[in-house]
């Protein structure tokens, strides 16, 4: 293995993390963008998913891809023409990768490593989530299906396929957290719908070390859930991130009809429920080094 990446979306959350942490232990990484980087440590090449261009040296010599891109799904409203950028950003990008490795058969690309996301489940109540679990039916579960269903093109190129369904990524600097912690910060927080949907949560250093991992290890194939293996309630969530802020709960729970008007189909990121199981890539011999709520939000708030 010649430990050179080749990230999509490495510019995001997740991928700048990722790409600090690859640097760290000696990868050359390549980042596929549609604007120029600013990291030095990091050869950056441009593409346009939209107009199908590609700068066809990013593969030059690498051997692992991550494709991390996609449209966020938190921002701005679902239009018929959001919902379509959701969709290609995660597909047409890795279609559109396909195409340059077929057009370059000596290429030295062996794996693809995807992000999917536990929206693929759907809303499932209290019914623990296996791998295997059925798909849902609603917009997320559908983008989750099609952006599957995309990166599994590659083994027709003979590639490694894992796809890692990724839950809440806990993250002091952004994404969910940040949102939640926000009005309880203000002393304004309260659990959301019922308070009783299932929250798959993952700490954001557990999320990059399973990327490594999935990079390291050839025999991880297929799909995982990438998440922390004691999921919560919303409810708790919320409560956990109110006691360690040391911040009162004290508003009642803000109704999911209120949530449903207020944002329209996009609370279903807020209401649904999945509670997925993190057994299958702890078979593997993955160990968790945040596997309570409790440890992960003591080390995000330190
Ligand atoms: N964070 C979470 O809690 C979470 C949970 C489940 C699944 N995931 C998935 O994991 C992946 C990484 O998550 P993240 O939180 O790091 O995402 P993020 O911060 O939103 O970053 C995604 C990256 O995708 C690229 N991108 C955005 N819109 C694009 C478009 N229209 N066409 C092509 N590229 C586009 C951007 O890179 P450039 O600007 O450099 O082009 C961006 O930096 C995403 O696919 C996300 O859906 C994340």
Redesign the pocket.
Known sequence: MSKHILL?????????KLTDLLISKGYQVN?????Q?TNPEVSTFL?D??KGQIDERCIDGVDTIVH??????A?GRWTDKRKK?II???TK?IGLIYKLLKAKPQHTVKSVIS?????YYGDRGDNLLTETSAPGTDFLANVCLQWEHAVDAGSSLGLRLAKL?????L?AK???LAAIAKPVKFGLGSPLGTGKQWVSWIHEDD?TEMYLYAIENERITGDYNMVAPNPVTNRQLTKAVAKELHRPLWLPRVPGFALELALGEMASMVLSSQKASAQKIEDTGFKFKYPTLTWALKEIYR
């Open positions: 999509t979306g490495g510019t995001g959350l997740i991928g700048r980042h596929l963008s549609r604007k980087g593409w998913v939209n991390l891109a996609g449209a966020n799904v921002d950028e290609e950003s995660r990008s992000a999917s996301a536990v929206g369904r990724t839950g809440v990524v993250d952004g994404g969910a999320v």
